[in-house]
């Protein structure tokens, strides 16, 4: 027995005994590691409760070896993973080949697709809203030309006698949400929009400031839309699904409040939290969660949100004119057919 309890011991020992520290970490990549912990540790929604010292640790382990930057990556991305949110996410630069969009579980937006629009029975104003990635070097300009797009389709449906309009929101998946704002500014009623809410409680609006419409701390004294629209205040219907995400979400929440509007489908996908894009040294941008969300009416959202008309997805738009038929009084089958997309 003796022998055999020495001989157990001899095995537990051994590992214990075989074992080497980490390889250490270059300074440029260990530097670059420890600027993206700081970023972190200064502007992350979960930084007060989150275990530091522990997550350093972890991630000295996770870069071992690492000698540049894009080799620390997955270290950080660890990192974003022990926060446990969701939203946070690293775009390396183009020139790692990764993609435009790397990822943990983060909202997809990557496509170059504008907002298009068609006319429902003659009266109806439909656009869809598609995800709008900015976090590019020819970022600016498609954000303008987003909102120049979808401009134009308001106007275009605006030509018609409109007894309301349907906000398509259900393949969204967000990006930037300035410029979907923007092209709304008509439809969004009165200011502020909406509030991004710091853990501390301090809050930021969103407003029309200058001929745009952004956040402030401060409020803005009131500006009129940056353009018009004659059936601006007709009812706002608004169509969402699981693949509405983030921006996606944050353009539903700047309509809720406003009156005369109500939402269809299925619940969100949950992404209700503010992100910051932080340009690192290489070129790489750690998009971090910084504040939750208030809508006009004073509700906060931690989660997703959930229709004020619960259907399957397919039927949220045939819901949605069931309402506003119903806003706007008894349907004309005189009316003109539905135009197609545009």
């Known amino acids: 027995m003796k022998r055999l309890l020495h001989a157990l011991a001899a095995v537990a020992i051994v590992p214990a005994m075989a074992s080497s520290a980490p390889a250490p970490i270059a300074p440029e990549a260990e530097t670059y590691l420890m600027q993206a912990i700081a970023i972190l540790r200064q502007h992350h929604i979960g930084s007060a409760g989150a275990d530091w010292d522990t997550i350093i640790a972890q991630a000295r382990v996770d870069a071992a070896g690492a000698e540049h930057p894009a080799e620390t990556y997955r270290a950080i991305r660890g990192v974003l993973a022990t926060l446990g949110e969701r939203h946070s996410f690293l775009v390396p630069p183009?020139?790692?080949?990764?993609?435009?969009?790397?990822?943990?579980?983060?909202?997809?937006?990557?496509?170059?697709?504008?907002?298009?629009?068609?006319?429902?029975?003659?009266?109806?104003?439909?656009?869809?809203?598609?995800?709008?990635?900015?976090?590019?070097?020819?970022g600016e300009a498609a954000g303008n030309a987003y909102r120049a797009a979808l401009r134009a389709a308001l106007q275009r449906l605006d030509g018609a006698p409109l007894c309301g309009w349907v906000i398509d929101l259900r393949n969204n998946g967000g990006g930037n949400m300035w410029p979907m704002l923007q092209g709304l500014d008509p439809l969004l009623g009165q200011a502020p929009f909406g509030f991004f809410v710091a853990p501390n409680g301090q809050s930021a609006l969103w407003q029309r400031e200058g001929g745009l419409i952004r956040t402030s701390l401060k409020a803005a004294a009131p500006e009129e839309p940056a353009f018009a629209l004659k059936g601006g205040a007709a009812p706002v219907a608004i169509l969402l699904g699981p693949r509405t995400m983030s921006s996606?979400?944050?353009?539903?929440?700047?309509?809720?409040?406003?009156?005369?509007?109500?939402?269809f489908g299925a619940p969100t996908a949950g992404f209700t939290t503010a992100n910051a894009p932080i340009r690192m040294s290489d070129g790489a941008y750690l998009v971090v969660t910084e504040t939750f969300v208030r809508d006009r009416t004073g509700r906060d959202y931690r989660g997703a949100i959930i229709p004020d008309?619960?259907?399957?997805?397919?039927?949220?738009?045939?819901?949605?004119?069931?309402?506003?038929?119903?806003r706007c009084g008894n349907r004309d089958d005189s009316m003109p057919p539905r135009l197609p997309r545009r």
């Open 94 to 138: 183009p020139s790692t080949g990764a993609g435009a969009i790397a990822r943990t579980s983060a909202p997809r937006w990557v496509s170059d697709r504008l907002p298009t629009s068609r006319l429902i029975d003659g009266r109806i104003g439909e656009v869809a809203l598609p995800e709008l990635n900015t976090i590019r070097p020819n």
């Open 248 to 263: 996606g979400e944050m353009t539903a929440i700047a309509l809720l409040g406003r009156a005369d509007v109500r939402t």
């Open 309 to 326: 008309e619960p259907t399957k997805e397919s039927d949220a738009e045939r819901a949605a004119v069931r309402w506003i038929d119903g």
